[in-house]
């Protein structure tokens, strides 16, 4: 910490992923970070360089920027180098399906009984009039002192590090200008577009953009399905459709659904959100359903193609809710394995991030420790999550561990024909024909 200039470092409350890469990234800009969190034993580790989240890149970027960066469980240690402080906590849905807000009025009942000037950026994401809220909650505890900045974080979990590097814009929410002119500033050499505005339309933008890209998902997904039933191939729609530059070709893979920590939830707050202004949003309670729906509907395809699930075995190749993370937030593998064994299949699973024996989320479903092994005795496979070295999978080997022949493949991330090479039939989403029936040989 630089000693001469005690307010000068950054302060992030809230080691989690966002706090964590949001950290670690300015320093790796050339500021020292302190970063708190109140959670001791994930602290300890990150004095020791050991990351508590799976995040390509990121140990070795903590470890080139070691010196810059202070962890600490103290607010008052935080709050004796840092005179802007990012929030990033938790905001959890709450039971009435709303944010749970109280992390961040702790967070702002702390800070405020220390006193002194302080910024307050709030990274978290926060439901429009959360910084009323808390310039509310600032006047109320007498703490005038603290002023507050909007500034949403637009990170994808398994690509974090290159986004906060190279963010396609950086969005500011201010209720003064110099406040808003200090966050920017810390942006200033990374060349991005700085989005200057209010507190509130910067809170919207996140919202929006979030669920724009969930609709983006859902839209395509049942596009998908009408393909199924014309004999049409959505990856073609899709790449035809990208090219357009007004569409564009991010967020068109079809699959078996959105999940993660974001989007299922995000999408449900602005539902929310809208419904207790008294506006009803048609558009995303379709896009909510329709995620819910691709689910199932890949259920459907399994027992149109094996004519039931009773003792039937099957394999779910990945479980994480994407590829490069550990994390199994809203995954879709959760839903499915229930559902598969709720129609009587059993079911084995491998994925390259979860541990054998780690059936927290899959109760009664094998984790097995390689694909191969996982699909010992399988009468189908079905592919859950596109990691890169399902890709390149020995389709010859798994045919002879399989019982059967079936291979649904939820992202459409297979190279089919090599699929089929292997005498297996081969399925994806909304890749041409209608599904066949049981007795139909493979394609
Ligand atoms: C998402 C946003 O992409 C980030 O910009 C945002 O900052 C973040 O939420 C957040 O609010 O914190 P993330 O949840 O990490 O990031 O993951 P995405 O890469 O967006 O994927 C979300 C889900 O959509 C995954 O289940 C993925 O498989 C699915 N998806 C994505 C598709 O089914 N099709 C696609 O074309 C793209």
Known sequence: MDRDHPQAALGVIGAGYVGLVTGVCFAHLGFDVVCMDLDQSKIDRLRRGVIPIYEPGLDELLARVRERLLFTTSYDELLDCCAIV???????PSPAGDADLSRVERVVREVAARGGERLLVMKSTVPVGTGDRVMAQIKALGATSIGYVSN??????????????????VVVGAYEEAAGDRVAALYASLEAPIVRTTVPTAEMIKYASNAFLATKISFINEIANVCDEVGADVRTVAEGMGLDRRIGSHFLQAGIGYG?????KDVQALKQLAGNSGYHFQLLNAVIEVNALQKRRLVGQLKKRLGTLRDVRVTLLGLTFKPHTDDLREASSIVLAARLRAEGATVAAYDPTILAGDDVHFPGVRIAGSALEALEGADAAVLVTEWPQFSEFDWAAGRQAMRGSV??????????????????SYD?????????GPDEPPA
């Open 86 to 92: 990012f929030v990033a906590v938790d905001t959890p």
């Open 260 to 264: 993660g920590s974001c989007f299922p």
């Open 428 to 436: 994806g989403i909304g890749i041409g024909g209608t599904v066949s």
């Open 152 to 169: 949403p974080e637009f990170l994808r979990e398994g690509a974090a590090i290159d986004d906060v590097r190279h963010p396609d814009r």
């Open 407 to 424: 291979v649904l493949d939820g992202r459409n991330f297979l190279d089919g024909d090599a699929v089929r090479a292997a005498g297996l």
